[in-house]
């Protein structure tokens, strides 16, 4: 008999991807609101670190492995959120088969695990399933412009494939699944080498480097704080009943790199100047997302603007340089990709 916490009505949530930068917040924000947390990581990107002040948490419980060959739980499991998969190009572009295989066989696999525990499922897709796109601003019925051959392909194909598993367990009535299509997501927790553009950009102004532009900065990018994004997600993940089609999650503000890069040249105290390089294979030039259905359907939009979100995430690097977090080093899946540290995507 599956083990009940004593408490009946609060649920209990899988997290897969618990230690990462998002699925931390997500852990943190669901322990507050009286739930059980079950963290599941491989630390390929995540940290210990982010869950480290959880660990003595009555209500949680941490699962070092991998979803590919995640067995079941032995314990009541009410949902499941997947956050489980690199999401920056030098990361999952150092191993993309592996990167593939967790889009695909990993969110298969932990479908079979919802199913089995008649759980509510939310996938956590990406804004790159539209590609470079052609469309402007996203909505959720643009079908994208995406490439099936190039370097990104592991990632952008990978998340595409998983949201045609979840709504294929829709409509057979086996998984009650959610899809949210998350945008570019900031905030404190971010690795400093994670190759995201703010991340970089703050690394760069702090330890007095040059900021690296690549291209002529004139592409744009919408920037969502990471506890909006959480709130975005925990309210797809409840809303009753099932939208049936993928909700994206993200802020509307859109600003040039060239724009963000110039806050934080007047946020950091720095002698950085901006350098520019080649701007990368299939790196999208406009993202910003409609997010007319989430407005309607959760009631959500984001609250924090960028200036006081890019504030409290500076602070913390500047904190966190200082004192490195704790990585878990896998060797080979670690091992950085010959793709610069340029994203600028979600």
Same mark, same amino acid.
């Given at each position: ?40 990581? $491989?630390?390929?990107?995540? +940290? ?10 009555? $209500? ?27 999401? +920056? ?35 956590? +897709? ?95 990018? +919408?920037?969502?704080?990471? $506890? ?43 002698? $950085? ?74």
């Amino acid at each position: 008999m599956l083990q009940r916490t004593r408490n009946e009505n609060s649920k209990v949530v899988l997290v897969a991807g618990g230690a990462g930068f998002v699925g931390s917040h997500l852990c943190d924000a669901l322990l507050a609101g009286g739930n059980r947390v079950i963290c599941v990581d $491989s630390y390929l990107t995540g +940290s210990p670190t982010n869950v480290r002040p959880l660990l003595n948490h009555p $209500s949680f419980r941490l699962i070092e492995a991998d979803i590919c060959d995640l067995h079941d739980i032995d314990e009541r499991i009410d949902q499941v959120y997947n956050l489980a998969c690199a999401a +920056s190009p030098p990361q999952y572009q150092a191993d993309p088969v592996h990167t593939m295989m967790t889009c695909v066989a990993g969110t298969g696999n932990l479908l079979t695990i919802a199913e089995q525990h008649g759980a509510r499922f939310l996938q956590a +897709s990406t804004s790159e399933v539209y590609g470079d796109p052609a469309e402007h601003p996203q909505r959720e019925d643009y079908r994208g412009n995406v490439s099936c051959t190039g370097p990104r392909a592991c990632y952008d194909e990978g998340k595409r494939a998983a949201e045609a598993l979840c709504f294929d367990m829709i409509r057979a009535e086996r998984v009650d699944t959610r899809v949210a299509r998350i945008f570019n997501t900031y905030g404190p927790r971010m690795q400093p080498d994670d190759g995201r553009i703010i991340s970089n950009l703050l690394v760069q102004a702090i330890s007095g480097r040059p900021l690296t532009i690549y291209g002529t900065g004139e592409q744009t990018r +919408s920037f969502c704080f990471v $506890s909006d994004l959480v709130a975005g997600l925990m309210a797809l993940m409840n809303v009753d009943p099932n939208p049936g089609v993928p909700v994206n999650v993200g802020n509307p503000g859109e600003f040039t790199i060239g724009e963000l890069a110039a806050m934080v040249l007047t946020m950091v105290p720095t002698q $950085s100047k901006i350098i520019y390089r080649p701007l990368p294979m299939d790196d999208p030039q406009r993202r910003k997302p409609d997010i007319s259905r989430a407005r309607a359907l959760l009631g959500w939009e984001p609250r924090v603007p960028l200036a006081e979100g890019l504030r409290m995430t500076a602070d913390w690097f500047a904190a966190t340089l200082h004192h490195p977090p704790l990585r878990v080093e896998h060797p080979v899946r670690h091992t950085r990709s010959n793709q610069p540290d340029l994203h600028q995507g979600a």
